[in-house]
């Protein structure tokens, strides 16, 4: 399948990007950020204390100006010559949980969302964490804070602890005893070269949509997609029609605490890896590990590059999303349907049977959390220390494309449904949760034989669903007026 090219965007539907909270379209700059979880004990205290936080809150303009500062800094350390490092910048953004909303009495119905105005902790069955009991008595096995009432949530993110620490103690005080901190988990890029790659080891945040109306020059790859699948109240928002003016430039925040098992991973992955001809056991193993996930630890996708990886290829934006699964090349051959990147975004697998993929999508904007594999841990291929991804995506319906995809693309082992293969895809090999951890196309000569996942890698162990509103919506709807 050819890949489309974008078509400039109206001028009806630019968006306005001083509006917008500013990790939702451009990803607040962090080396580090902490997620500080709180409920309001007194809402007008709250409310009029509010007023002095608002102006705190960046919109996507002026994160879009931090990372041109960024840039610029880097540029003068190059023609300097002087060791790169990096200027103190702190971004912060704020969103609510329903409750949040309720105990602000504020109407918040019109969001419509089922799984928002519910909760994540009476989504965590549906979306198959493990816990106990049944129905609205599931008790989910998370950390005790996050099955506690949480209200909202600040994200403070910048290039250090101390630059962060410092921005969090002046949001504490202007709070004062309005808010109660039910916990924050800090996040912090892996070091060095491993800075943007997940625990596994896998480059992140390769493949996110361009947005018409506000990528000027979108990278080669999938399509871009109107604006209102992640910006409420905006051009292809299904719900459009029906929200309040509030709610218009907001976007629904999913956080997800997600622990990773990295020694046991890279344990099965050794003990099982591809037999290939002409491949060296270690080349085996990260085949395998590149067919689990769908691309290459650089970031190369195995559509393009099934048999080794291409760390050129993998670092190139102008090629590393430009593929597409398409049908007339791929029986499971270049990529199994349970990989991660395949099970959570189909492209072809869709798009080739007319389904459309736009209100399915999500900006994911998460950050790795705890330290680096041990000496001891490596040793042992057990985990000892706690680590994982905090794991944050933007859209604007989490029934239509957090929860669909967790709950049922990467859970559902019958997923793509597609006459491409007679073989059951199964479970999303990275984050499937539930029975049939038994995946299919996994062995590229053989798609039928099944690889069976003896552990699961990822473990969630709390979140919440959140809605995160416009700056004016800040300052009009939530802070009291003088
Ligand atoms: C610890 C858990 C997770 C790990 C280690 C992980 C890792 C990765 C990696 C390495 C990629 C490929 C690089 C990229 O395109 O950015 C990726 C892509 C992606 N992940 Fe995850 N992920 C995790 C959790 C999740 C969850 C919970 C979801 C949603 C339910 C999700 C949805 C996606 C999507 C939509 C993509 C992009 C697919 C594409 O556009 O090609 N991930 N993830």
Redesign the pocket.
């Known amino acids: 399948m050819a890949t489309q090219q974008p078509l400039p965007a109206p001028t009806s539907m630019r968006l306005d990007s001083t509006n917008i909270q500013g990790d939702i379209l451009s990803g607040l700059p962090k080396k580090t950020e902490i997620f500080y979880f709180f409920r309001i004990t007194n809402d007008e205290d709250f409310r009029r204390r509010f007023r002095n936080f608002a102006p705190l809150v960046k919109s996507v303009d002026q994160v879009a100006k931090d990372r041109d500062e960024i840039q610029e800094h880097k540029r003068k350390d190059e023609r300097l010559g002087t060791k790169p490092h990096l200027i103190p910048l702190v971004g912060v953004n704020i969103a609510f949980s329903h409750l949040g909303f309720k105990e602000l009495k504020i109407d918040d119905t019109k969001l419509i969302d089922t799984a928002f105005l519910r909760g994540q902790r009476l989504d965590a069955a549906n979306l198959g964490d493990k816990g106990t009991g049944s129905g609205d008595n599931f008790v989910p096995d998370w950390e005790p804070a996050f099955k506690e009432e949480i209200h909202g949530v600040i994200l403070v993110a910048g290039d250090s602890h101390t630059s962060v620490n410092k921005q969090l103690w002046q949001i504490e005080e202007i709070f004062g005893d309005s808010i109660y901190k039910v916990t924050a988990v800090r996040g912090d890029a892996r070091p060095g070269d491993l800075s943007a790659?997940?625990?596994?080891g896998?480059?992140?945040?390769?493949?996110?949509?361009a947005i018409i109306g506000f990528d000027k020059n979108p990278l080669p790859g999938?399509a871009p997609i109107n604006p209102g699948n992640i910006i409420v109240g905006q051009e292809g928002d299904a719900s459009k029609a029906d929200r309040a003016p509030w709610m218009f430039d907001g976007s629904f925040l999913?956080f997800?605490y997600?622990?990773?098992k990295v020694p046991e991973f890279d344990d099965f992955v050794d003990k099982n890896a591809l037999k290939v001809p002409g491949l060296t056991h270690k080349e085996g193993a990260d085949l395998l590990g590149a067919r689990l996930?769908?691309?290459w630890k650089s970031?190369a996708?195995i559509d393009l590059t099934p048999f080794q990886d291409d760390a050129e290829l993998g670092g190139d934006p102008k090629r590393n999303?430009n593929f597409s699964f398409a049908a007339e090349r791929d029986f499971q051959k270049l990529c199994p349907f349970a990989s991660?990147?395949?099970?959570?975004?189909p492209?072809a697998d869709f798009e080739e049977a007319g389904i459309p993929t736009e209100s399915h999508?999500?900006m994911?904007r998460?950050i790795q959390f705890g330290p680096e594999v041990t000496r001891q841990e490596k040793k042992e291929k057990k985990t000892m220390h706690g680590r994982?991804?905090l794991?944050a995506?933007y859209q604007s319906s989490i029934t239509n494309s957090?929860q669909l995809?967790?709950q049922g693309?990467?859970n559902n082992a019958a997923f793509p449904f597609t006459e491409k293969t007679p073989q059951v895809p199964g479970l999303?090999a990275?984050?499937g949760q539930g029975p049939g951890r038994q995946l299919s196309g996994i062995d590229p000569n053989n798609p039928a034989t099944e690889l069976v996942l003896t552990q699961d890698?990822?473990i969630?162990r709390g979140g919440e669903y959140f809605f995160s509103p416009s700056i004016k919506s800040l300052k009009d709807t939530i802070a009291l007026s003088a």
């Open positions: 790659h997940e625990h596994f896998y480059l992140d945040g390769v493949s996110n949509p999938p999913v997800r997600l622990f990773q996930v769908g691309r970031g996708p999303n991660h990147i395949r099970k959570t975004f492209r999508r999500i994911r998460g994982g991804l794991f995506c957090f995809l967790q693309w990467a999303d990275i984050i890698w990822v969630p």
